[in-house]
């Protein structure tokens, strides 16, 4: 028995060695990368998140105004990661400007952040999205929302432990629902009577704050940072990486400005503000009932597609952070015949799960999970942006087909708005902003006990 394990050992150091030596394929065209960001960006959240930015705005032309600064926002950001991601491009992304700007220590911060808050936070807020709008099909008592959500995460984690096979498998078959669900949602909104939802006598107030609003705008536009991860990977990156930020953010902020604009047509500013499921309501104000049911299962499927993304994505960084660091070795194994990190997988579902659970705790699982994420990513987007100027007086002699303009006018408004929204979303210090940051602290032991 000892020889074939010997030489089982034998073959995965020499694989191990060869992943080394290897580089990324620049397989991916311009046309590629911007149909990815644009798959990344719009996801579940435009369906949840109108509701709570109309809560906070007040009037029509604010929350249009509110989606349009989160485009622009965007925009200003893409400006600085695309200088960055042109002149380090790697798989890396934004962990390894890090590394190059401050050190290993703040690197690993980041990798514990994205491992124990932002990717299971993610994987928990849409899992509540997929529990809203399946409530809506079959309610489940009053943890509804919180039942299918967890019951998600169970299905979803298994099914990419079963296989790479099985993951890519459930993806094609749920990805096409979310341009069709959005699709659908304009046309309802654009071709209904424009008569606004009754407003009930438990109605919320709406106040204008507009920190917490561009909180939920930015949100919505998370993820075209995710550019960075595919920069050594896509052909002439010189000129593709920059063409595709733009491009994909473009037509990300007119799809959102459309849909809003198709809520306030159909819902009124009010009947938003103190919606639940706010493309559901939209759908029962123009076809009834049955709207209801149609719009509810297209949602539920797109939030679904999201969701299994993000759990094969982001154990695949939790399998490299097992490998890159002894204290998480554990998960860096990899299940050769499923092709799937299976130990990554687990311990993802699990906090996954326990972020779910923290969610029931405060009833308000969706913006709880909001506020759980929100502190720990601006603050490393902050560093991220801070990290351009440092690498410019660090390495100045780096070439770089892409510069920002206006430097540096443009990155220090980037870090401002960055740093602004991180104040906006620790000002008010409620239950899941506090549990994000003691989480994020716990990464310092954490961090002592691997050099140790």
């Known amino acids: 028995m000892g020889s074939p394990k010997s030489s089982d050992y ?45 809560s906070n705005t007040g009037t029509n032309f604010n929350v249009l105004l509110a989606w349009i600064i989160g485009g622009i926002v965007s925009l200003i950001g893409a400006l600085c990661f695309a200088e960055l991601a042109t002149t380090y491009p790697h798989v890396g992304g934004n962990y390894y400007y890090l590394q190059r700007a401050y050190g290993s220590s703040i690197a690993f911060l980041f990798a514990w952040a994205r491992m124990t808050v932002v990717q299971t936070g993610s994987i928990a807020l849409l899992a509540y999205v997929f529990g809203d709008y399946a409530s809506e099909i079959l309610p489940l008592g009053t943890y509804s929302g919180s039942i299918y959500a967890a019951g998600a995460i169970v299905v979803f984690t298994i099914i990419n432990i079963l296989g790479l096979k099985q993951g890519k498998g459930a993806q094609n078959l749920l990805t096409a629902a979310k341009v069709l669900g959005l699709i659908l949602v304009i046309i309802a909104g654009l071709t209904s009577s424009g008569t606004p939802a009754s407003q009930s006598a438990t109605a919320a107030p709406i106040t204008a704050d507009w ?11 998370g993820g075209w940072n995710e550019a960075a991860y595919i920069s050594a990977e896509i052909r002439n990156p010189n000129r593709n990486i920059a063409r595709s930020l733009f491009w994909g953010i473009g037509i990300i902020a007119a799809i959102y400005i459309a849909i ?23 759908m029962r104000n123009a076809f009834g009932q049955a709207g209801v049911v149609f719009i509810s299962l297209l949602v539920a499927v ?41 130990p990554a997988l ?13 969610g029931i705790i405060t009833r308000k699982g969706f913006e709880t999970m909001v506020d759980f994420t929100a502190p720990v990513f601006w603050f490393f987007f902050l560093l991220v942006g801070f990290s351009l100027m440092i690498l410019r007086q660090k390495e100045p002699n780096r070439l770089s087909a892409f510069r920002v303009p206006f430097y540096p006018i443009t990155p220090i408004l980037f870090c401002g708005i960055c740093g602004f929204l991180l104040y906006s979303s620790l000002v008010y210090v409620r239950i899941g902003a506090i549990a994000g940051v003691i989480v994020l602290a716990l990464g310092i032991p954490v961090l002592m006990l691997q050099r140790r």
Not at 24 to 45: E, N, Q, W
Not at 302 to 331: C, E, I, K, P
Not at 346 to 358: P, Y
């Open 10 to 54: 034998s073959e995965s150091i020499a694989a191990s060695s060869s992943e080394q030596s290897a580089s990324p394929k620049t397989a991916l065209s311009m046309m590629d990368a911007v149909a990815l960001i644009v798959g990344i960006v719009i996801g579940a959240g435009i369906f949840e998140t109108p509701a709570l930015v109309a």
């Open 211 to 221: 920190g917490m609003a561009m909180i939920f705008v930015l949100l919505s536009y």
């Open 260 to 282: 809003n604009f198709a809520y306030l047509h159909g819902l009124g500013v009010n009947g938003m503000a103190n919606s639940s499921a706010v493309a559901a309501d939209l």
């Open 302 to 342: 797109s939030a679904l597609g999201a969701l299994n993304a993000t759990v094969l994505t982001g154990a695949r960084t939790n399998y490299a952070l097992g490998q890159d660091f002894s204290v998480f070795r554990f998960m860096g194994r990899w299940q050769g015949e499923k092709n799937s990190p299976v």
């Open 346 to 358: 687990l311990v993802q579902g699990a906090i996954s799960l326990a972020l779910v659970g923290l």
